[in-house]
């Protein structure tokens, strides 16, 4: 009797240590309180204006990465002049004030990617209030590269390429791996991404939460449904990508869930977006997560929406940064100037 009763004493400790154990690991589903909570964090209600844009107005400029190297902001940043993609890069020492650098992905003859090099930097720190720093691998800086071979504004059959280079901060052309990492006509392509793949953004995860410290996002189309939603997909070298998963971590089956910017925000992963189209125009978007692949989208207010005249048709395409107390939210605008690089910010930060 006195071992059965041992028993049964050891298994209920083992229950109450397995709940114990439960509840300290965080549930998939955020609640609604700490969206809330993220929400006041991020939000950035006063629009700065525009911080850049092209001095020839028939081209048109867009998707802003940026990233802080030797006590200098720089922006690469993505230019259409009518045939197609190409990347540049711009510095700053203030987040406000931008000078063009050059250069550094141009259009090219007889490839894969000819006419479309949209480039954006991988591996940035993504604490929230960090040092926005870029990690290397292999000694090497990398980014990956929407490309494609067919002129016009994201024209034809678009692929993800990857690049490495030496340099952050100065005007030169990436070195360009000779084929895509990801294609829509790969084998394994799922139902979601087998038209085509637009904008991607890799980060590196420490934790190894995927299995693999290289995690890509990436919005794409397929080819039974005109819609664009956000996959995953994972990699050990930068070199070689396998998907993640068989359906998308985001989209509303309609309209366009894109381009991916993750922030780390205490325990917390925040997924930066832009939605359009499920609702009149595009607008930023966040979703949260705890795991990188399992995410809670936020049901309030947009981040950022048209209001002004500079972004009255589209206020979309997001990085969002915090310095020296104050949120810094870039985005492409287009309105009356044209495709533009807007700014909003937590702090009413604009010249009285």
């Not at 929400?39 to 204006?49: D, I, L, M, S």
Request: glycine share 6%.
């Amino acid at each position: 009797m006195k071992n059965i009763n041992l028993i049964l004493i050891l298994l209920i400790i083992s229950v109450l240590a397995c709940n114990r154990e439960k509840k300290s690991i965080p549930e998939s589903t955020i609640h609604q309180e700490i969206m809330n909570q993220v929400y006041e964090e991020v939000k950035t209600p006063f629009k700065y204006g525009i911080v850049y844009q092209h001095p020839d107005s028939s081209k048109m400029v867009d998707s802003p990465t940026i990233f802080r190297e030797n006590n200098r902001w720089y922006m690469t940043y993505i230019v259409f002049d009518g045939n197609g993609y190409e990347t540049w890069l711009a510095e700053s020492d203030n987040l406000l004030n931008w000078e063009t650098k050059g250069k550094i992905f141009s259009f090219t003859k007889n490839t894969w990617d000819a006419n479309q090099k949209a480039g954006y930097v991988a591996l940035v720190d993504i604490k929230w209030g960090g040092d926005y720093s870029v990690k290397k691998f292999k000694d090497k800086y990398w980014m990956t590269y929407l490309g494609g071979n067919t002129a016009g504004y994201e024209a034809g059959i678009l692929k993800t390429g990857i690049a490495n280079s030496t340099t952050l901060t100065d005007a030169q052309h990436w070195n360009v791996a000779d084929n895509p990492i990801l294609s829509p006509l790969d084998k394994n392509a799922r139902w979601f991404e087998n038209k085509t793949i637009y904008k991607s953004l890799v980060i590196y995860d420490s934790s190894k939460q995927t299995g693999h410290p290289f995690v890509m996002y990436y919005n794409a189309k397929g080819d039974t449904s005109n819609y664009e939603s956000i996959g995953m997909a994972v990699s050990d070298d930068m070199i070689n990508w396998k998907r993640f998963g068989e359906n998308p971590v985001i989209t509303k089956h309609e309209g366009i869930c894109g381009d991916a910017q993750i922030a780390k925000y205490n325990n917390l992963y925040i997924m930066f977006y832009f939605g359009a189209f499920w609702k009149p125009g595009a607008f930023e978007r966040f979703a949260c997560s705890y795991d990188l692949v399992n995410w809670t989208e936020w049901n309030g207010p947009d981040l950022i929406a048209p209001s002004e005249d500079f972004d009255i048709q589209y206020a979309h395409k997001p990085w969002v940064i915090k310095w020296e107390g104050v949120v810094y939210h870039f985005y492409n605008a287009v309105g009356d100037k044209g495709r533009v690089i807007a700014l909003a910010t937590s702090k009413n930060i604009s010249p009285e």
